[in-house]
């Protein structure tokens, strides 16, 4: 097909890579400064992209928001490997040398996650005080704190055992984090086909996991989170989100050609 010109030179904002299936994609969403989406297809592979006349994406809410929009579109329908935020092709060229270099690790990554989207789980302590729920579940603590508040607070040992005190209180908490954590994955494998478990955030998160899941299990995996729900008590507040593209089970690590390597042909490129 005839590629317009005007469009081809201009700079490439990448939102995800996917399998091509030679036909002509009309994306409805709207990019990062509202510009179209569209597709540029080479080898059988798909970049979805939109046109920029930035050379720098600021990380700015807006922008964020925009290129998420356009990932969960493209996630509702068919499996694709998201990109990054901020990643800038110099041209339709460019994007599709970026494609026929990289070929072979983005088709194994699309042959491990097609037909599979994320879920997000975090769980969390639904306690107006962490730390005095601590201590009320932790006698230890309890009393650890209790001996260092009948102290004399002119004992130069005083701020020592405070810190003792501290890193108690962690310890534990990191502990009821990790059996909790390992409690709940036993359950989710058998509803997903891989877990990664990310830092948390909040003194009072208690986990924050992704899970790989096959789009047609996700009625499952639901019941598999409500399973693992009754594990614990009202204390533990389960939240799971979804389904995602799934950024936490890429691995790309995609590199241009070198400036020696003649550009390959240009091949199709779909506009809105």
Request: hydrophobic content about 35%.
């Given at each position: ?104 690790t983005i088709r194994e990554h699309f042959e491990r996650l097609n037909g599979r989207v994320e879920m997000g789980l975090r769980v969390s302590w639904d306690v107006t005080n962490i730390y005095e729920y601590f201590v009320a579940l932790h006698p230890i603590l309890s009393e650890t704190r209790d001996e260092i508040w009948n102290r004399d607070s002119r004992d130069g040992n005083r701020r020592e055992e405070k810190i003792r005190l501290g890193n108690l209180y962690e310890s534990l908490r990191s502990a009821d ?96």
């Open positions: 097909m005839n590629i317009d010109k005007s469009r081809s030179y201009r700079a490439k904002v990448l939102y995800a890579l996917c399998a091509s299936d030679d036909s002509k994609p009309n994306y409805k969403i709207r990019g990062l400064e509202s510009a179209s989406v569209y597709a540029i297809d080479k080898n059988g592979l798909r970049a979805v992209v939109s046109d920029t006349l930035s050379t720098r994406l600021r990380p700015e809410r807006r922008n964020i928001t925009a290129h998420q929009a356009v990932l969960h579109s493209l996630t509702e329908e068919n499996t694709v490997l998201p990109m990054r935020f901020g990643v800038i092709a110099r041209n339709a060229e460019a994007v599709q040398n970026l494609l026929a270099s990289n070929q072979k984090r990790k059996e909790s954590t390992e409690k709940v994955k036993e359950v989710l494998f058998d509803y997903c086909e891989d877990i990664i478990e990310n830092p948390v955030k909040k003194e009072k998160d208690v986990m924050n996991l992704a899970c790989l899941v096959e789009r047609k299990r996700l009625d499952e995996f639901a019941k598999g989170v409500f399973q693992a729900s009754k594990l614990f008590d009202n204390v533990y507040l389960f939240d799971y989100t979804g389904p995602w593209a799934p950024h936490n089970f890429v691995t790309l690590d995609l590199h241009a050609p070198t400036a020696k390597k003649k550009a390959l042909p240009s091949e199709s490129v779909h506009p809105d």
